[in-house]
T-cell receptor, first 111, second 117 residues
Framework: DTEVTQTPKHLVMGMTNKKSLKCEQH?????MYWYKQKAKKPPELMFV???????INESVPSRFSPECPNSSLLNLHLHALQPEDSALYLC??????????FGPGTRLTVL | AQKVTQAQTEISVVEKEDVTLDCVYE???????LFWYKQPPSGELVFLIR??????QNEISGRYSWNFQKSTSSFNFTITASQVVDSAVYFC??????????????FGTGTLLAVQP
């Protein structure tokens, strides 16, 4: 099973809402990542978890809050987002320094 | 500076033509990884290949081939006999080990390949 799943596929939220994005993998990978991708741009790294500990935070605003409840799950909690936060949010996982496998993404629209 | 340059923003070819996507990288690290990913309109990034900095052997996988040359810091990708299904954005990425179990990926800006029937 080389699949990373993400829910929901699409999300529309207001600036005062609180929502969460979910990511799951069952490949036994111990590294998980969140990326943000704006239209016609490459993915930008947001957070990295290694062995369930946050190892990289790329100076992401605190309205984005990651959580890694266990080695298979990764969440991204969203609160008080801005319209410019609308983007495709991609989750990925990897084993050691090997290739990252990406999920299908969540298309987020902030109104 | 760590950087990946994909100078070709868009390429359009007719089916069955061969096409080469260029990738030039910059890093002072001696240990690094190079990747190619495909992103079709659906949005999911699909892994194509990984190369480490110590392995300059070229690789062929079906219609895909990759040419890694450290002397020119290039990692080019060739699709032979292109097909409409190859239409996508292709990203080259530089992976830098962070000392732990993870690679920090630096992506190029991507090349949009359109294969016309």
């Amino acid at each position: 099973d080389t699949e990373v799943t993400q829910t929901p596929k699409h999300l529309v939220m207001g600036m005062t809402n609180k929502k969460s994005l979910k990511c799951e993998q069952h490949m036994g990978h111990r590294a998980m990542y969140w990326y943000k991708q704006k239209a016609k741009k490459p993915p930008e790294l947001m957070f990295v978890y290694s062995y369930e500990k946050l190892s990289i935070n790329e100076s992401v605003p605190s309205r984005f809050s990651p959580e890694c409840p266990n080695s298979s799950l990764l969440n991204l909690h969203l609160h008080a987002l801005q319209p410019e936060d609308s983007a495709l949010y991609l989750c990925a996982s990897s084993q050691e320094n090997n290739e990252q496998f990406f999920g299908p993404g969540t298309r987020l629209t902030v109104l | 500076a760590q950087k990946v340059t994909q100078a070709q923003t868009e390429i359009s070819v007719v089916e069955k033509e061969d096409v080469t996507l260029d990738c030039v990288y910059e890093t002072r690290d001696t240990t690094y990884y190079l990747f190619w990913y495909k992103q079709p309109p659906s949005g999911e990034l699909v892994f194509l290949i990984r190369r480490n900095s110590f392995d300059e052997q070229n690789e062929i996988s079906g219609r895909y081939s990759w040419n890694f040359q450290k002397s020119t810091s290039s990692f080019n990708f060739t699709i032979t006999a292109s097909q409409v299904v190859d239409s996508a954005v292709y990203f080259c990425a530089l992976g830098l080990p962070d000392g732990g179990a993870t690679n920090k990926l630096i992506f190029g800006t991507g090349t949009l390949l359109a294969v016309q029937p």
